[in-house]
């Protein structure tokens, strides 16, 4: 059974950081693509970041800078580091393993249940 487990959201001021975690099971990690996705109220599911099997990454243009994503493959864990949030960064955020390269009209395999992460102004 394949698990994708999301942590490390909350709330937190504009300006501030949050780092979001997933732990993965169930899948070979180092063999899926992982990306992060997020969800506001009203709006459509965007992808925010992605990281190759490889270990490269791609970016929204309104996280670039601002976000980092990065992979543990020996912990299964793939991490969203988020700094200088804004109000706008408000959303659902989800994690995702996809066996092939994750991109914006793509879809992966596989989700998480999401974590809220709120930015207050």
Known sequence: ???????????????????????????????????????????????????TRGGSSNYADS???????????????????MNSLKPEDTALYYCAAAVYVISTGTFPNYWGQGTQVTVSS
């Open 1 to 51: 059974q394949v698990q994708l487990v999301e942590s490390g959201g909350g709330l937190v001021q504009a300006g501030g950081s949050l780092r979001l975690s997933c732990a993965a099971s169930g899948i070979i990690f180092s063999l899926y693509n992982m990306g992060w996705y997020r969800q506001a109220p009203g709006k459509q599911r965007e992808l925010v970041a992605a990281i």
């Open 63 to 81: 996280v670039k800078g601002r976000f980092t994503i990065a992979r543990d493959n020996a912990k299964n864990t793939v991490y969203l580091q």
